[in-house]
């Protein structure tokens, strides 16, 4: 076994666009923390883009011990070669035993570029992330495997880091300490914009704007709704709420509502502070991706549904009765 030990500390990339953090990034050092506190060493965090410093004090407030950061305009959007290039630097200075990333189409690309020029390992999507005590070290993370069908806990033991990236809403961010210390280190860019190949022309935004992962209120329809047409329903209970609309797979496989609303193993995971599951059964790949939700509201038939297992309040009865009587009280409030 080769000698890693001069490898120490846990690395949390916190992504952002615009100055904005997305959530994956606190929920992971929420994660990283719990890691770097079973191996007893201190949880870092990356900073990259242009005028970010205030993300830098924030990953302190959300647990962070030390955070490098890296500015430019050059860095302004994400890019893999520079972003790659900063990333892997660091990880050659620092030499930390634990990378984590975000699951989302950045932080995929920039944990994919990273492992590619690393001798090491990377576990894509991973929903549960733990740690064996020292002096084995070693970081558990387990995702679904063999078309969902079971965990698989995926080991580095060769190399360091031990990466992986972790999808949203899986992981619950610290309290924000806005009083917390920690110290940030500002380190160069190795590349100029000259040396960068490729361009950020313009940046599309997608039109629907569904954005189930950072909703705080979800009110999620499955195959009771019988076809397309109740979701206006549903939309109606979001709107007066101010939340967004979510489904079970059965809906989107019957083509009823788009893929960007499902929920679930395939679909997104999500963690808001309120979430209606109505006419779904709560089948386990679809509670899965919403279990962690601070609180549940079912409406089924069917008492014994397994949904009601999940559910902090269950409402037996029919759903095309009971929705439209909760609008009606929330648009009076
Ligand atoms: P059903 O199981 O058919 O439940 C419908 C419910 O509606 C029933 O409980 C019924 O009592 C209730 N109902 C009917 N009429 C009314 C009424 N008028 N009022 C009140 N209640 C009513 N599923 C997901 O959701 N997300 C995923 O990401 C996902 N990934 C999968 C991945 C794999 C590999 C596999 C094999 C399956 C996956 N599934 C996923 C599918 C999952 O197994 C279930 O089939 C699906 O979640 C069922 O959806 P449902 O609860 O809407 O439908």
Known sequence: MPDWSNYRGVLVYVEQRNGAAKNVSWQLLGAGQKLAAKLDVSLMALVIGDQVEHLAREAIC?????????????LKDYRTRPYSRITLKLIEDVKPEICLFGATATGRDLAGAIATHLPTGLTADTTELDVEP???????????????????????????PQMATARAGVFQALPRDPDRKGEIVRIPNPMGEEQIATRVVEFIEQKSG?????????????????????????????????????????????????????????????????????????????????SNSEVIIAINKDPDAPIFQFAHYGIVGDLFKIVPAITAQVRQR
């Not at 387990?142 to 806990?153: H, I, L, N, Q, V």
């Not at 950072?214 to 195959?223: H, K, N, Q, S």
């Open 62 to 74: 959300y647990g962070a011990d030390r955070v490098f950061l890296c500015e430019g305009p050059e």
């Open 210 to 290: 569904v954005n189930l992962e950072e909703a705080e209120i979800i009110v999620a329809g499955g195959r009771g709704l019988g076809g397309p047409e109740p979701f206006k329903m549903l939309k109606e209970l979001a709107d007066a709420l101010g939340g967004e609309v979510g489904a079970s797979r059965a809906c989107v496989d019957a083509g009823w509502i788009k893929h960007e609303h499902q929920v679930g193993q395939t679909g997104c995971t999500v963690r808001p502070k309120l979430y209606f599951a109505i006419g779904i059964s709560g089948a386990v790949q679809h509670t899965v991706g919403m």
């Open 134 to 160: 020292p002096p084995s070290r070693l970081l558990l993370a387990s995702r679904p495997a063999f078309a969902e069908k079971m965990m698989a806990t995926i080991l580095c033991k060769q190399y360091r």
